[in-house]
């Protein structure tokens, strides 16, 4: 009767532990900040073991392997602490594939990518979508589209080379995605938006200045602080050759709308979008545009939404890289514990537009 007590009394012990969580849930991010001993077996275990979970009333946890092994349990066979864990096995796998593709004249195939890394397709696959965010095809398309870029950008590159440069094995490839890429012809993103019309207008509201810009496409820019030169300037630098042409009486109504908005968010705000970025975060921004007014999320919750709940830093990443305010609510992303994280417009702004929407 004593030793079914002591173990009642360890198992309610051991279950209230937070850490007992964590080996239910295989946890990979507490490998190396606890090992866990079953005594029916005599080994002890990381977090992540996949092997099949004890009773809590065998469970014993020990801050590190020696101390374990100085109580007598021996290293489990299947997890095996003292090696690399598999999280840190499949980043490495992970970054020598991206090597892989970097320097790939032509996206590698699939299956032999994932056959050069030692894996099977399928769980290559999941592995290299949890740990970037993006599928091995669409990381490579990203990569090709940076390196164009930088292509463009050098004064003595012309288009025709920096397309083959950059990895693209024919113009028509290009081009089949340069406009939603660069939110311009390459030409004119060569030389600095060149060429390209961006209609502009300054406003007012009640969280300081606003600027909006579109291209032919769309809204390119949503952009708010204290000073409007400032917007303004931000707009010439980063399309420097453009034509800006502001005072336009139609365009200055958008301004009005998105104005209006900001100070009555019941009425909705529903704009075409220039969006440009990568394919992960056009996925994340995507996401934020379902969030209604008056609702928020954490980023990890929008990870999930988007397929990919072990992305969270780089969905705040993504949340950190959009240049479309309100249109595009970063706004209504918190942290886990429910306070304001960073925004790129000032986190007065983030609370005050979330008390709006939360009244309306």
Known sequence: MKIGANMEQNAISIERDPRWQQVLNR???????????????????????????AKPGNVSFYECMDEAETAGFRECRRCHPRGQSPKDLSQEVVVAACRLIERSDQQPNLDDLARSMGYSTSHFHRQFKAATGLTPKAYGAAHRMRKMRRELSRNE????????????????????????ALGMTPTAFRKGGENTVIRFAVGECSLGSILVARSSKGICAISLGQDADELLRDLQDSFPKAELIGND??????????????E????????????QGTAFQQRVWQALR?????????????????????????VARACAANKIAIAI????????DGNLSGYRWGVERKKALLAREAQA
């Open 264 to 275: 009555a968010p019941r009425l909705g705000l529903n704009l075409p979008l220039d969006i």
């Open 290 to 314: 379902s969030i209604p007014a008056g609702e928020t999320v954490s980023y990890s919750e929008l990870a999930e939404r988007i397929g990919n709940p072990s992305a969270v830093r780089a």
């Open 157 to 180: 590159s012309s288009v025709t080379s920096a397309i083959f440069d950059a990895g693209f094995n024919a113009n028509s490839r290009f081009y089949e995605t340069s406009n939603d």
């Open 27 to 53: 946890d990979t991010a507490a490998d190396g900040t606890f090992v866990y001993a079953v005594k029916t077996t005599g080994v002890y275990c990381r977090p992540s073991c996949p092997s099949r979970r």
């Open 249 to 262: 009486d139609r365009f200055e109504a958008l301004v009005a709308e998105v104005v209006g908005f900001i």
């Open 329 to 336: 609510p970063c706004h209504r992303v918190i942290r886990n």
